[in-house]
Structures are given as structure tokens and as C-alpha cells.
């Protein structure tokens, strides 16, 4: 069992900045990597960065620049760095733990509540 809290979005105004955050708890050395998704009305929900328990991390090219995904071992948390901020970034972000087998199968994925990130003037 793995639980994600997450903290942070909010209401921005375009070029401006925010930083999210997603602690977890419960059975968490289980984790292989954590990312933010975001999903927009009328929308799928799209991966925006990833980060391994190695360190390894990836950011769609939709945001390449302006978002950064980093943790915190000693509090638990994964952050996303949000900056340059457009409008189009406007979406309900989520955090997710994923668990995965010796060869990559995904085996679980746990997902926190969501936090909605608004970008307008």
C-alpha cells in the first residue's frame, strides 16, 4: 500500500510560476519511479515527468524547459517545478507511484487525489 498527498496547485497568472508537491508513505521502497500527469477537460491524461528511484528523470517535450521533476528521499516527496507557465498548461495534475516487476511489467500504480493548476490573467 502506497499513499500520495499532493499540495500546491492553484491559480497563476501566465509566465508565472508554482511548485508541486507529492509526499508518500506506506510501503514505499516498493516504488520504482514517481511522475506528474495532467489532465485537461475533454482531454486524455498525459505524462509530464518521471523520475526512477535511481535518479533518472524525463520531461515531455510539451514542457522541456520550463518543468522540472526532482525528490526529496529524507521527506519522501517528488516535486514539479513549474515555470513560464501558459495557459494550456491549465489541467488537474496527478501524482502517481508505480511499482514494477524484475523485468519492467508494470505490477501497480497508485495515484494521488489531484490538484488543479489553473493558468489565466
Known amino acids: 500500500q502506497v499513499q500520495l498527498v499532493e499540495s500546491g496547485g492553484g491559480l497563476v497568472q501566465p509566465g508565472g510560476s508554482l511548485r508541486l508537491s507529492c509526499a508518500a508513505s506506506g510501503s514505499i521502497f516498493s516504488i520504482y519511479a514517481m511522475g506528474w500527469y495532467r489532465q485537461a477537460p475533454g482531454k486524455q491524461r498525459e505524462l509530464v515527468a518521471q523520475i526512477t528511484t535511481a535518479g533518472s528523470t524525463s520531461v515531455a517535450d510539451s514542457v522541456k524547459g520550463r518543468f522540472t521533476i526532482s525528490r526529496d528521499n529524507a521527506k519522501n516527496t517528488v516535486y514539479l517545478q513549474m515555470n513560464s507557465l501558459k495557459p494550456e498548461d491549465t489541467a488537474v495534475y496527478y501524482c502517481?507511484?508505480?511499482?514494477?516487476?524484475?523485468?519492467?511489467?508494470?505490477?501497480?500504480?497508485?495515484w494521488g487525489q489531484g490538484t488543479q493548476v489553473t493558468v489565466s490573467s
Open positions: 502517481k507511484a508505480e511499482l514494477t516487476d524484475i523485468v519492467g511489467n508494470v505490477l501497480h500504480n497508485y
